[in-house]
């Protein structure tokens, strides 16, 4: 039995303990007598990564903040599908809340493409400033008809190739690799236009995929190389930074509404916490990575960003054509 077939069995067994822990209450708020409500929360990564004590650290706040009125039960490991399994569980009801990469949220919304345009973001600095104004505010809420929103976002890092065999220094040396991406057709856009032959397929399968020879590289942050263990096959990567794809902690929309006014407060400033809380370990996360990674073997290659910059012009060009979007990556320049 594997552990995704467990993870839903022991799902299926919390909603019926759940429910008859709520019997009594009226919209999953507590009443006298009752519980309070839990918020079954999923996600596809390890309990030692970064973004697991982040939403640790969030649960933890909840219960804080809520004085035990709301608690969030996490499902680590990907136990309960990858990213795009669980969104669906969320869309359905089976769970409430989840951690999802901006680029798997591109097709429930256009507004999130801006995260997986190459080169958007000048410097970490710019990436801050854009993630903490009003116009990721409209992008959390343009899911709202798809039936979830976001709440806030956690560091994902800074995303480049890395490759079992050849370094990647140049776009030229991306001609004929298959290289994995996520779900994204922003980012499978960018790999034929690098040159490339992209090959969408879910994070967990990665490793396997490089030691196979199905892929001869992916694109990540350092941390896929430790904690994703992907530093024992791909032994080089190269720092071109093509994206900083942000993790965005969405919930669903009926969960939402059943929370009183005053736990809905709650639960945002748990969130906002949780970010803070997590960037500071991202921080140190990556730098524990590449140490680590170079133990392992791994190479690190810098390299002149400005041909990768030169050979993704066209995406932008084309998300200027959109009224729309061409307001949004205007007001983001101006932030840098």
Sequence with gaps: MNKKVVGLLV????????????????????????????????HNLGEDHPVHA??????DKVKENTNGEVTVKIFANGVLGDEKEVLEQLQSGAVDMTKVSAGALESFSDDYQVFS????????????????????NEIYQSTEDKGFVGLTYFDSGARSFYTKDTAIETPDDLKGMKIRVMDSPTAIQMVKLLGG???????G??????????IDGAESNPTALTTGKHGEVAKN????????????VVVSQATWDKLSDEQKEAVQSAADDATQYQV?????????????????????????????????????????????????????????
Aim: with cysteine; charged share 25%; glycine share 8%.
């Design 11 to 42: 799902l299926a067994l919390s909603l019926v303990l759940l429910a008859g822990c709520n019997s009594g209450t009226s919209n999953g708020e507590s009443g006298e007598g009752g519980s309070g409500q839990e918020l079954r929360l999923a």
């Design 117 to 136: 345009l190459p080169y958007i973001f000048e410097s970490e600095d710019h990436y801050r400033n854009v993630m903490e104004s009003d116009i990721v």
């Design 205 to 214: 399968e990665i490793y396997t995929g490089m030691q196979q020879g199905v």
């Design 280 to 336: 500071e370990l991202w921080a140190e996360a990556t730098e524990e990575a590449i140490s680590e990674a170079e133990e392992m073997g791994v190479e690190f290659n810098e390299v002149d960003k400005e041909p990768f910059i030169e050979a993704v012009q066209p995406m932008h060009e084309e998300f200027m054509k959109d009224e729309r979007m061409a307001e949004m990556i205007e007001k983001i320049k101006e932030m840098k």
């Design 54 to 59: 982040g939403l640790q650290r969030f649960a």
């Design 197 to 203: 032959t992209p090959t969408p397929m879910p994070y």
């Design 237 to 248: 990567f190269s720092v071109n930074e093509h994206t900083i794809i942000p993790d965005i």
